[in-house]
């Protein structure tokens, strides 16, 4: 059997995993470039959203299956980031002020017409995964927030030269995100760290975190058939009646 990774290699290991976050997808890098389209990055908005709200689903989820009150208390307040404290606002209004500035509707957001089965599919996933395993696996699959605040960055710093028909206002998540996804990977990798301590679970949290990094690659890939190949689901089969 093989030993267990020293702590600081194993937190080595779960970083590297940045080098497969969905940054480096070439849609993503289509938007970071200043190349996408109105109709593109409206897109990508809409079925973003889907995943904003089903955020806070998956973190009740998580708090549904962990015993531990010191964990809850903590773990609360990723729903509270989400769906907002009484008087403030919180990232899935902020996502809709982001919605109105790139010219789509709270309506249409809501209504969730528009999300492609892809993305649906994989964000799914993502909340059925969290629902089923124990609480310390569905927090290491948040570890995803590790690559996070470069990615925020990059659209505060970039959108308003490329993209100038955007509102600035709207861009309010991607800074409310930047201290918020700090605070939490610290929190999450803190638990992954102290809870996998063989060498088989810290190769079983690699395979999660690999999991998280893959819904969120599909997400893309998607979005990139849809709204980049124009090939967007059923584009080839008659109507139905």
């Not at 849609?27 to 079925?47: D, L, Y």
């Not at 959108?159 to 509102?167: A, K, L, M, N």
């Not at 409310?176 to 949290?205: I, P």
Request: charged share 25%; net charge negative; with cysteine.
């Amino acid at each position: 059997m093989s030993e267990p990774w020293p702590k600081d290699e194993f937190e080595r290991r779960l970083r590297a995993k940045g080098a497969r976050y969905h940054i480096h997808h070439p849609f993503h890098q289509m938007m970071h470039a200043g190349e996408c389209t109105r109709e593109q990055i409206q897109g990508w908005v809409i079925n973003r959203f889907y995943y904003q709200i089903s955020i806070p689903i998956k973190d009740a989820n998580l708090l549904a299956n962990c015993p531990d009150p010191d964990v809850r208390r903590e773990w609360v307040q990723r729903i509270i980031d989400h769906d907002g404290a009484p008087g403030e606002v919180g990232g899935i209004e902020a996502w809709l002020a982001l919605g109105e500035a790139v010219g789509v509707s709270r309506e249409t957001l809501w209504s969730q017409k528009q999300v492609l089965p892809g993305v649906r599919f994989a964000v799914d996933a993502y909340v059925n995964f969290v629902r089923r395993v124990p609480w310390q696996e569905a927090a290491c699959s948040s570890l995803t927030e590790l690559f996070a605040p470069e990615i925020h960055k990059q659209r505060l710093t970039g959108w308003p030269d490329h993209y100038p028909w955007i509102d600035a206002e709207g861009l309010s998540y991607f800074r409310k995100r930047l201290s918020e996804a700090r605070r939490d990977v610290e929190h999450g990798l803190d638990l992954t760290l102290a809870y996998f301590r063989t060498r088989a679970d810290q190769e079983r949290a690699l395979d999660i975190l690999q999991f998280k990094l893959d819904v969120l690659w599909a997400m893309l890939d998607a979005m990139t058939m849809a709204y980049v190949h124009h090939t967007p689901p059923y584009f080839n089969c008659d109507e139905a009646s």
